[in-house]
């Protein structure tokens, strides 16, 4: 599985999939309730991987030496470094989510 920040992914089943007995009976509940589960997996994916990705770049720019403590300076480089990606990204997802909206009701109309 690839995402947005461009890098793989494994796979895995779910344990919510392991049993018949855990979905609904209904056809339309059962469907529903496996694609809420595939979009939290995905959701929860992309979280890990932009921290992943947050955290390599960061410490590629803040830690110059690395050793077996951090400086205050890399400390502070480092929180700033996460700060200023996550803030990055809030301003992109809301503006994505608000596009797509904006979208979804144009083609309504």
Do not use: W
């Not at 999939?17 to 309730?33: C, G, I, Q």
């Amino acid at each position: 599985m690839s995402s947005i920040f461009g890098g793989g992914g494994t796979s895995s089943t779910p344990a919510e999939f392991s049993s018949s007995s855990t979905l609904p009976k209904d056809p339309n509940a059962r469907k529903e309730a496996v694609m809420t589960s595939v979009r939290n997996e995905l959701a929860l994916a992309n979280a890990q991987e932009l921290i992943n990705k947050t955290n390599e770049k960061c410490y590629a720019k803040c830690v110059t030496k690395p050793s077996t403590s951090l400086s205050s300076s890399e400390e502070t480089c480092l929180s700033r470094c996460f700060d200023r990606y996550m803030e990055a990204f809030n301003i992109i997802s809301r503006t994505y989510t608000a596009r797509l909206a904006k979208e979804r009701f144009e083609g309504q109309v």
